[in-house]
């Protein structure tokens, strides 16, 4: 039950999928997973993944111990057709969503998968197994709030996001935390029991930590009106009684002060060498995780921690992971103005690999994570788009623009060039 234990750090990852135990760190134990759990199970997903492979449990086919044992079936994209879709998977398939929000949001694969498994298995699945609750940290515009929201549109559920610098001790000025219910409620359509099922995140939690932006009395209070809420109970609203044991509770934070703890305690152990960082290394040394105890010494209340199972970061964002947003991303914004203007009868003629790597440097540098790859490609096209706005038909169909990198740093810098013209 080793893997059990690990779950309740909330450290390590672990997935729990038809009670199928994998650790992050013993991915070859796979085949060693706790067979008389799973039977006592009644029923979550049929299939998951892990890395990039798919595995499966056919229930109905589980007459003998070895069929107890997930199944390899290959890569994601090879096997999605190939897996035999159960009556209860066909709910939710999680493989699917997945590659949806991963079209979108880009190189944060992890945090996807496991916000993603862990709001299956509190809304989704019907197993009577305890809820989690989730911690995401992270910098500004790194995808935590598009991610929950992605999720729950794809899942179909109710959310309420709520920023907690607002926040105060009931009775004191300003909003309870027990208000997010009743927002719940409203965005479920006064449907209790969707309601139930749903995620309440509460925005910037970490201004209410006992050394955080509002330090004080009313800040730790906060906190102490959250643990009652995340670990289950019952509210008695307008609308009626309604239980939090399944709501889905999401802390997020930029944390600043859990980096510096993460940090101190990784050098402190020796384990981390800033100068000798290698791309897919999958130690501590080169994919740090925060422990539980990193966020309670930057002012969080062990209490509120212990009903966290899963503290999850949210990468920072560089100019690789900025220059894959830009160009991969569906929902790309320097890709939808160049269809808008193509839309237009407008096409725009650039060294692409050279104006996305402009945009790319100048979003890393302006540091708001990806919020600033729309600000800067919004600014660079806007006397470019105003101009065929302004323009007349024909005009748009014997020319083209030429942009360049130059039109990442001075708007007005862009060639209006006839179609004919070489280039
Ligand atoms: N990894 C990503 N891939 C693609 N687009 C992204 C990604 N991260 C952020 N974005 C884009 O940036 C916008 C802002 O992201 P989001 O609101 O999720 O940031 P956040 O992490 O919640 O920031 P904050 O801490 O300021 O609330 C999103 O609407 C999305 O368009
Ligand atoms: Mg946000």
Redesign the pocket.
Known sequence: MDYVENLSLGNSKVLILKNALICDECQSEIEGIYISKIIEMSETINSFMYGDESYEFIPEQLTNESDYIPKKVGNYQESSKKLPVSKKSQKVDMRSIYNKITKKIIGQDDAVKTILSTIIRNSISDSCYTKSNIFLIGGTGNG??ETVKQIANELGLPYVLEDSSKFTQEGYVGESVENAINKLIIEAGEDITRAERGIIIF?EIDKKTSNGEQSGVSTTSVQDSLLKMLEGTTFHTKAGKINTERITFIL?GACEETYNKRDKRLKNKGKIGFTTLEKNDKSEATNPRFIPEDLIESGFKSELIGRIDTIQEFKPMDVEMATQIINNSEISIFNLYIKELEKLGVKIVMNRDEVVNAIAKRAVELKTGARAIRQIVVEMFKNLYTEVLLSNKSIKQIYHYNISKDTVYDNNKYELCKKEEKQ
Do not use: E, G, N
């Open positions: 935590k709030s925005d997020i």
